[in-house]
């Protein structure tokens, strides 16, 4: 009957890339890994030639590579776009030097380019290994000893076919690594040489991904083998075949069989969509071209989408649709194009139930189209819209001018209207323009209003802002400043050096925009003047304003100085003199000037041998200078390991492993403590740790070696008959008798 040995592996790690970019150099055969994502403009390799001098050229069946992603840049090999949709397939690659610009190689060199996919559990389709015929139980099978896995949480690997109740899995000094070993021994006559299992990840009873084993018996399994039974082909200018084996497990030993399944390596496509950004949540949308495609049992499923979680697919038809949820936006900062990419699967019979496997992958290229959706909106600053008029002022005198923009509209959308419900009949707006102007002449009062709206002229439906009121003042007003309130932050001067006494930095308005601290003067030919007050009478002596950005007076320093500031900051007319004021508040950052200072140059304590893994055998404690530091500790040696405490001020050194008196020589453990402080470029200091082992007799004595002695029948009594040793590496004194009863005295 068939049978399946277990392991099962929990993940402590569950972050990988998608996919690889696999090139390999024919001269040296040396892979290079491109992570998938990789942006464009990544150097895969350095040709260390002038543009001018190299010419590149491609084969391969699915297009041309070189014109599509790869391009040279300064000379080197870059990528030109994303590789994701071309997993598993192959390429040449050939770089052409005219003025023979390589050291040391012919004109022209030659790239057997692999894109390898590693989103299945396994990355190869077949592995080959081997036992010796007189191997023992627990052997470790040539070959198979590092087989590389993506690990995933609760993961159990399964390995099923006749005879893998003589194998077992086991896991790998690494988390991405399981060995497969020999569970028990064969028996001498065993006739049977080689055997195929099939392996299986699984995840519950969910079939994540699975390979085919393949274990043959020879004489020497650590001899090179010229014979392979594995199926593959690896040529670059066509589909990769790549073999598995499944076996089929059936109640009937007599069906039972071997299969060997060729399957190709996935194609690929590419489809560009159009979709209007106002299409609804749940709106169907396009759907998937699979003209590749063929035969029933064909699911799809999107692999990837950037951005995420914005469109679903039906798992049948291919149907792509817009999640309920989501929204698309074509202006103010939304997604004109998104890239998807769909895997389009087959579903085959496996030992252990379906298994589905990507025949084909179509990235997606969704462009988003505009509608003329969104209404104008007004941009002017400041805001509230303030303006004044002179006094004697006449019928078409300019006193503001507002704007709006509408970023769907095309130029000329926008027309400015007066609300006249509220508004001032002294004046009028131009309604291309946006200008505010008097319709006659001021003959009375002092404030005055103009309500304005602005109204997308092409759109098909009604689109306008709502009414703003412009405040216009006859004759002065004081200063306006662009936003309501600043806030600025400063790193303190190097008190180390004492070099830096001034700094100008910039400032920051309500909305988080960086931002000149300025006000807007209403006065003809007037000038502003910046004035820092500290409080309500007193001018700062640490601040100014300065061409719009504050400007420090002396040296700050974080740790001895207050670490913000609230400051007013005052415009003042210096013609009319009126003036406003606004706030600042301006935040001292730490430097990190000073390195960490152990307490001690080095800390000792003395522990038995015998204490458990895991306890506190001693406390190092460190200091910083600067006020903001939180400090960090590692130790040197692995036997130890080392825990924060507080806001790093102290470190407790525990043991990380079984400490050993008789072992060691000289009895005690020397390393360093470390402690880093958290800047942006750390500095750290070190220490010395000297912890000294106390003997527990915790060792047997052992004889040296095995004696036998000859006694002759004759032998007086007292007659030495022979002579023997023990040793005990506690250092104990060794006591010897005999075990049992034996008519000898000793």
């Known amino acids: 009957m068939a049978e399946s040995v277990r392991f099962s592996k929990t993940a402590s ?130 070959h198979l000893s590092n087989i590389q896995v993506r690990p995933e949480p609760q993961q159990e690997f399964v390995l099923q076919g006749f005879y893998s109740d003589y194998f077992t899995i086991l896991p790998s000094d690494f988390n991405d690594q399981i060995r497969v070993v020999l569970n028990k021994e064969f028996p001498t006559d065993f006739p049977k040489r080689a055997f195929y299992f099939t392996l299986l990840s699984k995840v519950g009873d969910e079939v994540r991904g699975h390979t085919g084993i393949e274990i043959l018996r020879v004489e020497n399994p650590n001899q090179k083998q010229t014979q392979s039974r594995s199926v593959s082909n690896n040529n670059p200018g066509s589909p990769r075949l790549t073999a598995t084996f499944d076996q089929d497990l059936s109640n009937s030993a007599s069906s039972h069989a071997l299969r060997l399944r060729r399957q190709a390596s996935a194609t690929t496509s590419q489809q560009t969509v159009e979709v209007y950004e106002d299409s609804k949540g749940g709106a169907e949308l396009f759907s998937v071209e699979r003209s590749q495609v063929a035969g029933d049992n064909i699911r799809f499923e999107i692999r990837s989408s950037e951005p995420e979680d914005v469109f679903s697919i039906d798992v049948d038809t291919g149907k792509v649709s817009l999640k309920s949820n989501a929204k698309l936006d074509y202006d103010y900062g939304g997604v004109q194009q998104y890239v998807i990419t769909v895997d389009v699967k087959r579903q085959d019979d496996g030992t252990a139930g379906p298994i589905w496997t990507v025949l084909h992958v179509v990235q997606i290229t969704a462009n988003i189209l505009d509608r003329n959706d969104e209404p104008p909106r007004f941009i002017t600053k400041p805001v509230p819209y303030l303006a004044v008029v002179a006094s ?127 006000a807007k003067n209403f006065q003809s030919g007037g000038a502003t003047r910046y004035s820092v007050y500290e409080s309500l009478t007193a001018i700062s002596t ?112 525990k043991t990380n492993g079984t400490l050993d008196y008789d072992r060691k020589f000289p009895h005690y453990y020397e390393f360093k403590v470390i402690a880093s402080d958290n800047g942006a470029t750390p500095r750290t200091a070190e220490a010395r740790v000297i912890v000294t082992t106390n003997n527990v007799n915790d060792q047997a004595p052992q004889f040296d070696d095995n004696k036998v002695a000859t006694l002759m029948g004759n032998a007086e009594p007292g007659t030495t008959v022979i002579i023997v040793r023990a040793v005990d590496e506690d250092g104990d004194a060794v006591t010897y008798s005999f075990d049992g009863r034996i008519d000898i005295q000793f």
Not at 478 to 488: E, M, N, R
Not at 510 to 515: A, E, H, L, R
Not at 606 to 617: A, F, H, K, L, N
Request: charged residues 25%.
């Open 13 to 142: 790690v569950v972050s990988f890339v998608i996919l690889l970019f696999h090139v390999v150099t024919s001269s040296t055969n040396t892979p290079v890994i491109v992570p998938a994502d990789a942006g464009v403009g990544y150097s895969i390799l350095k040709l260390d030639c002038d543009n001018s001098d190299l010419q590149l050229r491609t084969k391969d069946v699915f297009g041309d590579f070189y014109e599509n992603f790869v391009m040279t840049e300064s000379g080197d090999l870059v990528l030109r776009r994303p590789v994701s949709p071309l997993g598993g397939q192959s390429y040449q690659l050939t770089v052409l030097s005219h003025r023979n610009c390589y050291d040391n190689v012919p004109k022209k060199r030659t790239f057997d380019i692999r894109i390898r996919s590693t989103s299945e559990v396994f990355p190869q389709r077949l592995y080959t290994g081997y036992t010796g015929t007189t191997d023992i139980l627990g052997s470790l099978v040539t």
């Open 392 to 518: 004697n002022a006449q019928a078409g005198v300019s006193v503001f001018r507002i704007e709006a923009e509408d970023v769907d509209g095309g130029p000329g959308a926008v027309k400015y209207y007066k609300e006249n419900v509220g508004s001032s009949p002294y004046f009028e707006v131009d309604r291309d323009t946006g200008e505010i102007r008097t319709t006659e002449a001021i003959t009375s009062g002092l404030d005055y209003v103009i309500k304005v709206y602005a109204l997308d002229s092409k759109a098909t439906v009604q689109q306008k802002t709502g009414p703003v009121d412009i405040n216009i003042r006859r004759g002065q007003r004081p200063p306006q400043f662009y936003s309501s309130s600043y806030v600025a932050s400063v790193e303190e001067s190097n008190q180390a050096d004492q070099t830096v006494t001034e700094n100008r930095f910039q400032a920051f308005d309500v909305d988080g925009n960086p931002v000149a601290i300025e």
């Open 542 to 653: 640490r601040f100014a304003v300065e061409e719009g950005k504050v400007k420090t007076l002396r040296t700050l320093d974080y740790e001895s100085d207050q670490r913000t500031f609230d400051l007013t900051v005052r415009a003042e007319d210096t013609l009319s003199g009126f003036s406003s004021d606004v706030k600042l508040t301006v935040h001292l950052l730490d430097r990190n000037e000073f390195t960490p200072l152990f307490s001690k140059s080095t800390f000792t304590v003395t522990v038995d041998e015998d204490i458990p893994i895991g306890t506190s055998v001693i406390e190092v404690s460190a200091s910083d200078k600067d006020g903001s530091t939180v400090l960090s500790y590692t130790v040197t040696d692995p036997t130890f390991s080392i825990t924060t405490t507080g806001n790093g001020q102290k470190g407790v050194i």
